[in-house]
């Protein structure tokens, strides 16, 4: 076994990524679908536009640092790995506020419809999005959530728009967005897909799936830094649609400070105030990486490794109680193992002091991350028999574990 091991590691295609990400001896991470580990090259990016950009070069860096058009750059940088065109996707503000400006566009393409769908298990704050546009749209609009398996059945002549998350948070399972999308348009429904778990973690092909609208997190397996600008794409053919997010830096010159709003064209007008410089160098380290590893070799890898971490789980943890909740079945499968356990909260508190960092989520599930350009085969094992040992010896029965911290 322990041969196997070194020898798939040493065979492994994309083995030279792991030294690009700054990572401690000894830790093993499998929280990147939560937090993205830190590529090496951001500490120095990072201080670069500090001290030189900002420091030195002051104001005249929107123009002489390419500051400006960062958002639309690294845009094209994202939609390069996400099927989509040149000119579709801008990086700006955050996931929910993406989701905010994709579904009122959504909303007005289709006037003569009032609902928004989605399935009730989303992650919340798509979920609590929509129900903000409900609250204001003074009864124009109604946000709806069904069951996951009843949200092609819910959609009507009323329904405008469906919101939803292409990898599941908690199970990891994988919706068909081609085919989806497919289902949606018979019914006249535009799509919102939010790729906050597939972005540098599955291969996605955006166009090839016809998609509408799309968001998605720049922090998590696209390694861009705690609190990263998201992105947001749109269709070339629905980008006439008028932002409600109608800010100056989605104004078609925004500095003409012409009294009334004009948007830009193109994918510029889902942009709504100051680019959020900073944060755009650091998620173009993390983009940058990601470009240039090869998709199929990285689901591959990803794959595997899942499948890797379940048969050890198995093996070292059976007799512990533990479920699988992510499909046991790779293609269904995102970059994530989760199971359930009755003290999932208490054994991944316990699991970090042996340095082996997965998260938990409400109300029973350990998830564990699997970010194939910085794991190897060797961490499935390793994390599978330091899981055993806490199991073994109870070292998650502590009673500093069973409060809850407000960050799990
Ligand atoms: C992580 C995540 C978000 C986060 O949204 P932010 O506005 O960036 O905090 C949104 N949706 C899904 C599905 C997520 O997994």
Redo the contacts with the bound molecule.
Sequence with gaps: MTADLAELDARDPLREFRDLFQLREGLIYLDGNSLGAAPRAAAARVAEVVKEQWGEGLITSWLGADWSTAPQRIGDKIASILGAGPGEIIAAD????N?FKALTAALSLRPARSVIVSEAT??P??VYMMQGIEAFSGGRVRAVTVAPDAVLDRLDDDVAVLLL?QVH?KSGLVRDMAEVTRQAHAKGVLVVW?L??SAGAIPVDLNGAKADFAVG?G??FLNGGPGAP?FIFVAERHQAAMPVLSGWFGHASPFAFEEDYRPAAGITRFQCGTPQVLGLAALECGIDLIAQADLAQLRAKSLALGDLFIAQMEARCGEFGFELVSPREPGLRGSQVSYAHPHGYEIVQALKQCDVIGDFRTPDILRFGLTPLYLRYADMVEAAERLREVCLTRAWDKPEYRTRAAVT
Excluded: L, Q
Excluded at 94 to 97: L, R, Y
């Design positions: 955050s996931t929910s506020v989701i989303n992650f704050t798509d998350t948070y939010d906050s778990h997190c922090y998590k998201a």
